[in-house]
């Protein structure tokens, strides 16, 4: 894997800090052997599902307004999402920050925009 | 939202940079009135199964050697969901790499490791 | 809905019997006002996630030879799917078991079988 | 596998008549390899996650009003739920439609009623 190195003295890339300390956090467990590709695609989906959980019998209003509390929940959800996500990129050696701008390029062409701004 | 602006002549962090352009793309399309929590949700979950369409009948094994081109489609279904987490983050109004760490904290707690590196 | 009534004498259709108490279920409890196609759906989602857990981190022989405990354990999961997509089905008032016939004609032609038996 | 077979005369139940089906149609084909409890379990989500496509940017209102078409191809995507359901409590040796009485019965204590009908 081509691991992106920030130049000295400047902060790391949030993800790659992420992609870094999953690494640790795996090896240290002996977990790495469980974490195929296949495994945590089904690990996305799972936590996925979990931050739904949050919105499931509330309105497109209520959604929209949840207090401190509840927002701090669904952040947590969401944060299951993005680790499994790092590492099952890490686990493929795909780089998903390249691969969501290329996704925003092919749907501004699939999608045009109505107007400008 | 309290948005990180990196100091003058730093990188932006990637996670940021991808929530603009996303916050511009649903901008320029009128979007914003069915980027609500709740669809954003299921967004997420919609996009994690497509990632796991790639792997469904695969064995273990075959999902940990995917050929260039496979890896390149499943990179750019997990930009799908990264791109999702990143709006519906931004609609929540929460900072999910925090979230991300605290995450790790509670599952390094929670799962102590088994020995040192 | 055309819901079939049996003959007298014969036993109702398990589906048509799981409908009737969720409709009683949903009834007694005002919960109709939550029970949105939308909502539904998202419900037999977030239910079939519930179904991967068990599955998540075992390998296709583990899960395959399951002991006593765990496959109930799984049935339950998957009951709550069943009952969410017979709910689903209600809420739409269209006939699953004639679409699934549907799908397994449409499935025979689009994958010819190999060879006969 | 304790099939449950009717009496003469009488008409199967329509899940015993649709897991009959799954099981030639796997056999006639040679994917009963495929067919492991994992693997079924992700494919079960990964169709409830097709049936949220079909919702995924409607009001709940909208959600509650398809029209006709809509409610086939709606109806097909459920199908394709049922028909994995099948095959995968037939893969586990389980009888989903004992354990979703079970479930609507641990539910009702869960959730007493809150008025008579």
Do not use: C
Not at 7 to 31: H, Q, V, Y
Not at 52 to 81: G, K, N, P, Y
Not at 87 to 104: F, G, P, Q, S, W
Request: glycine share 2%; net charge negative; proline share 6%.
């Amino acid at each position: 894997m081509t691991t992106p190195v920030p130049a000295p003295g400047l902060p790391p890339d949030s993800l790659d800090d992420l992609r870094e300390r999953l690494r640790r956090f795996a090896a240290e467990r002996d977990w790495e052997q469980f974490h195929t590709p296949k495994n945590l695609a089904m690990s996305v989906a799972i936590e996925a599902a979990e931050i739904m959980e949050h919105f499931q019998w509330l309105t497109a209003a209520q959604s929209a307004d949840l207090d401190a509390a509840a927002r701090h929940e669904a952040a947590l959800e969401i944060a299951d999402v993005l680790l499994y996500l790092v590492r099952l990129a890490d686990a493929l050696d795909v780089d998903m920050v390249a691969a969501a701008r290329e996704k925003i390029e092919l749907n501004a062409r699939r999608y045009p925009a109505r107007h400008g701004l």
